[in-house]
C-alpha cells in the first residue's frame, strides 16, 4: 500500500499530495524513499562551448531565461540560489494566455508546461552558465515528459528563447552535450522559442522556501540546493532571492 501510494503521487495535484504523505508519514513513521527524486538527477557536465560573451560597460545589466524541467517548485528554488540572478518566477509557457492556469495546466492538454522565468546580471553569469545549471542541478534533460513523480507533456523538458542568439546558445549546448555522452541517454530537451510567459498564482511562488519540510520538498526538490551547493559553489548563494519579501520573515 505505501509503496503504491508513493509511486502513483503525481504532480497534477501537488497539494493533496503533499498532504497525503504528510499523514502518511505522521502515521506510519516510516522511512519512505520517493522513487525518481532529485538526487538521482545531478550529472557534473563541461561548460558550454558556445556562449555570449560577457557584458560590461554600457551593456545590458538584465537577461531572462525561461526554462521549463518538471515541477517549477524544485526549478524556481534551485536558480533562486544562484549568484548573478536577480528574480525566478514560477509560471506557465508553451500554450495560451486564458489556459495559463494551474488547474487547467495540470490536464495535460493546454501545451502549457510548468516553466520558470529566471532573471540575471549578464555581467555576473552567462546564459549558457544558466543552462549549465539548468542540465546538470534543476532536472533530467533525457526525460521529456516526466520528472520523478510527475508525468504529462506540462512537465516536459523545454527551454524558451527570447531571442535568436539563446536558440543558437541552447542547441548547440545540447549537441555538444549529447556528442561527449556525460548522460547514459539522449537529451531530450525541445527548444521552443516565440513562447509567451505566464506567472502563476502566488501560492505557487517561493513554494520550497515557503514550504521547507512538505515531503514533495524533502524528497525531490531540497536535494537539488546540495548538489548546486556542490557541483557550482562559486555560483551557489545561501539566501535565495525571492518573489514575496514575507517568505523571508
Not at 525518481?36 to 545531478?42: D, L, Q
Not at 521549463?68 to 509560471?91: E, M
Not at 502563476?200 to 517561493?206: C, K, P, S, T
Request: net charge negative; hydrophobic share 40%.
Amino acid at each position: 500500500m505505501t509503496e503504491l501510494l508513493m509511486t502513483t503521487a503525481k504532480h497534477t495535484s501537488h497539494l493533496p499530495s503533499t498532504l497525503l504523505l504528510t499523514a502518511l508519514l505522521t502515521a506510519t513513521g516510516a522511512s519512505i524513499t520517493i522513487p525518481g527524486s532529485a538526487a538521482e538527477v545531478a550529472h557534473v557536465i563541461p561548460a558550454p562551448a558556445l556562449d555570449q560573451e560577457a557584458a560590461s560597460g554600457a551593456q545590458a545589466t538584465s537577461e531572462t531565461a525561461v526554462l521549463a524541467g518538471g515541477c517549477f517548485w524544485g526549478v524556481q528554488g534551485v536558480f533562486q540560489h544562484v549568484s548573478g540572478v536577480s528574480s525566478a518566477v514560477s509560471g506557465y509557457a508553451g500554450g495560451q494566455k486564458n489556459t495559463a492556469h494551474y488547474e487547467m495546466v495540470g490536464s495535460g492538454g493546454t501545451g502549457h508546461a510548468e516553466s520558470v522565468r529566471v532573471s540575471f546580471d549578464p555581467r555576473k553569469i552567462s546564459y549558457g552558465r544558466i543552462l549549465q545549471i539548468y542540465f546538470s542541478v534543476a532536472h533530467d534533460p533525457t526525460q521529456l515528459n516526466r520528472q520523478g513523480p510527475d508525468v504529462g507533456t506540462q512537465y516536459r523538458s523545454a527551454i524558451f528563447p527570447l531571442s535568436a542568439d539563446q536558440a543558437r546558445i541552447a542547441k548547440a549546448y545540447i549537441a555538444q552535450l549529447n556528442q561527449s555522452r556525460v548522460y547514459d541517454a539522449a537529451i531530450v530537451t525541445k527548444i521552443e522559442p516565440n513562447r509567451d510567459f505566464y506567472a502563476a498564482e502566488d501560492y505557487h511562488q517561493d513554494y520550497m522556501t515557503l514550504h521547507p519540510a512538505q515531503p514533495y520538498i524533502v524528497y525531490n526538490d531540497l536535494p537539488k540546493i546540495d548538489d548546486l551547493k556542490r557541483t557550482f559553489p562559486d555560483l551557489y548563494r545561501a539566501a535565495p532571492v525571492l518573489v514575496t519579501p514575507r517568505a523571508s520573515n
